[in-house]
């Protein structure tokens, strides 16, 4: 198994980039030192590659969804919550509550706030589109700065609050 880390610059800073053979291990703003492997040709350096490059597509406003593997570890609940944060469509957004009850417990805003909290994977498990029920922008592990950037980039002529 290699693990394999490079950098990407966007409009919101450095992102690190991590990968395994399987997939997209994480990806963290600002630069972060990991081991790294430079040998052969590996499945992670091929997904590093590609997950740069799809981000710079989506940086510059040419791709709406991502086709690189991931790879992500959580508790159970952790990932049936990101699992649900792929399904939310680029230029929509959706409340804490309403994703909540998507997982099927309305009661588990809290919990859902957490797992987004814990996302190894922003901008590619779309965390950053989860809002207030008010429609506020709230809570956001990479800084609301970048969560405002983050959503006014994919902002569509009309942003959708599902579950409002």
């Known amino acids: 198994m290699h693990n394999i880390v490079d950098y990407i610059e966007t409009p919101i800073g450095v992102l690190t980039i991590s ?5 997209i291990t994480s990806i963290n703003f600002g630069r972060h030192e990991f081991s790294h492997y430079s040998g052969i040709k590996s499945e992670a350096k091929n997904h590093v590659e590609i997950c740069t490059k799809q981000l710079s597509e989506y940086f510059s406003g040419e791709r709406k969804m991502f086709s690189v593997p991931i790879d992500f570890n959580g508790t159970a609940f952790q990932e049936k919550v ?3 944060l792929l399904e939310i469509p680029y230029g ?9 009850s998507n997982i099927g417990n309305e009661k588990a805003c809290r919990a859902v706030g957490m797992a ?13 589109r989860v809002i207030g029920t008010s429609g506020k922008i709230i809570g956001y592990a990479g800084e609301f700065w970048r969560k405002e950037w983050l959503l006014e980039n994919e902002k569509s002529p009309t942003i959708t609050i599902a579950g409002l």
């Open 19 to 23: 990968a395994s053979d399987k997939g």
């Open 116 to 128: 987004n909290n814990k996302n190894p994977l922003p901008i590619l498990i779309p965390c950053h």
């Open 92 to 100: 929509e957004t959706i409340s804490y509550k309403a994703l909540a």
């Open 82 to 84: 990101w699992s649900k």
